[in-house]
């Protein structure tokens, strides 16, 4: 796993040097667990392609579906109207993915610590800290409902 280095609120990360064998593909999906999944889907074997390690992709997949699903549940409230732009790009090495959805956003210094002693029961929160733990940098771009993630493959 990685741990997180956040950026600045609201700066958003620039992106991926390109190494001539990579990738970059976009998505604008409704706020629907089933498309979600397919995308899901698609990126896996966009990363399989690539040669990335069962590993990685664990972690990419864990962190996209977090992501996606909180833009869907939270930002998007579960309307199937409202959309979800996911942006990826990255090369063997790594990938930065942006998902952006259509809500008026969130604080993320407002998110409870799943972790506290208090939190262990409530049942939000737990999605960012996911995502945090497994992506090498996390930020939330104000208004807060772009959230950008980049992950750096292990040296091998």
């Known amino acids: 796993m990685h741990g997180p280095a956040c ?24 706020s629907a667990r089933d498309e979600i999944e397919s995308v899901l889907q698609q990126v896996m074997v966009l ?6 390690d069962e590993t990685s992709i664990f972690a ?7 992501g996606l699903s909180n833009a869907m549940r939270h930002g998007n409230s579960g309307d199937p109207h409202r ?7 990255g090369d063997h090495d790594g ?5 952006e959805d ?7 210094d ?25 992506m090498t940098e996390v930020t939330v771009v104000e208004p807060g409902n772009r959230l950008e993630i980049r992950y750096a493959r292990p040296a091998t």
């Open 95 to 99: 990938l930065l993915a942006v998902i």
């Open 60 to 66: 990419v997949r864990l962190a996209l579906e977090e």
């Open 7 to 30: 950026a600045e609120a609201g700066e958003p990360m620039s992106d991926l040097p390109g190494s001539g064998t990579g990738f970059r593909d976009n998505w604008r999906i409704a």
């Open 110 to 134: 407002s998110v409870p610590d799943p972790t506290a002693d208090e939190n262990l029961t409530v049942a939000s929160g737990r999605g960012l800290a996911l995502i945090r733990a497994f």
């Open 102 to 108: 259509e809500g008026p956003g969130y604080d993320p």
């Open 83 to 89: 959309l979800i732009q996911l942006e990826l790009s």
């Open 47 to 52: 990363l399989g392609g690539h040669d990335w």
